[in-house]
């Protein structure tokens, strides 16, 4: 079983719709919870980071985290076509940082 | 956050040869991190460089293939030797900064992509 799990996709939403990322994690002792998104040939860059069960909205990105349920997830409102990337799910446990596989999001106008 | 600078940012190298990448930082950080993506894979968590001691190494790297240097608090080194066709990958340095909740949060330099022929 892979630490973190995520669906690969690709996953397209029209432009303008909600992109829904979903991720599982495997260790319940995990502390914290990250979203990063790469551009195909670009390094990850952080959006997003998630601590306590709830929700976390930044911009048009919201992070959903359910700890019982070792349950993260993405929310993209209004998608764009520079949203277009790969998401990639991580998890902090116990000072290691696991990735997941990532989704691919393609966005068609 | 953290601005990484990594170079060479690509290379193509021969079968054999050995290749070392760098990694700047602009601020001080504690911990650094060499990972290799593999094409079409996610992130692979290669070693942790701590200054002042040695590397430690992640299951299936070894020290002998993938020498790591961190002189300070600012830089680290990664050489990727006798290289095969399987090494090529992109190599990213990384460090973890101090984020909400005072826990550490992970940045990643621009990244080198490695073609070996």
């Known amino acids: 079983q892979k630490e973190v799990e995520q669906n690969s996709g690709p996953l397209s939403v029209p432009e303008g719709a909600i992109a829904s990322l979903n991720c599982t994690y495997s260790?319940?002792?995990?502390?914290?919870f990250f979203w990063y998104r790469q551009y195909s040939g670009k390094s990850p860059e952080l959006i997003m980071s998630?601590?306590?069960?709830g929700d976390k909205e930044d911009g048009r990105f919201t992070a959903q985290l359910n700890k019982a349920s070792q349950y993260v997830s993405l929310l993209i409102r209004d998608s764009q076509p520079s949203d277009s990337a790969t998401y990639l799910c991580?998890?902090?446990?116990?000072?290691?940082?696991?990735f997941g596989a990532g989704t691919q999001v393609v966005v068609t106008p | 956050s953290a601005v990484i600078s990594q170079k060479p940012s690509r290379d193509i190298c021969q079968r054999g040869t050995s290749l070392t990448i760098q990694c700047q930082v602009d601020?001080?950080?504690?911990?650094m991190f060499w990972y290799r993506q593999q094409p079409g894979q996610s992130l692979t968590l290669i070693a942790t460089?701590?200054?002042?001691?040695?590397?430690?190494?992640e299951s299936g790297f070894v020290i002998d293939k993938f020498p790591i240097s961190r002189p300070n608090l600012t830089f680290s080194t990664l050489t990727v030797s006798n290289m095969s066709p399987e090494d090529s990958s992109i190599y990213l340095c990384s460090v973890e900064t101090s984020g909400d909740m005072n826990t550490g949060e992970l940045f990643f330099g621009e990244g080198s992509r490695l073609t070996v022929l």
């Open positions: 260790d319940r002792g995990s502390q914290s």
């Open positions: 460089a701590n200054q002042g001691s040695e590397a430690t190494y």
């Open positions: 601020s001080q950080v504690t911990m």
């Open positions: 998630i601590y306590s069960n």
């Open positions: 991580a998890v902090n446990s116990w000072g290691k940082f696991q």
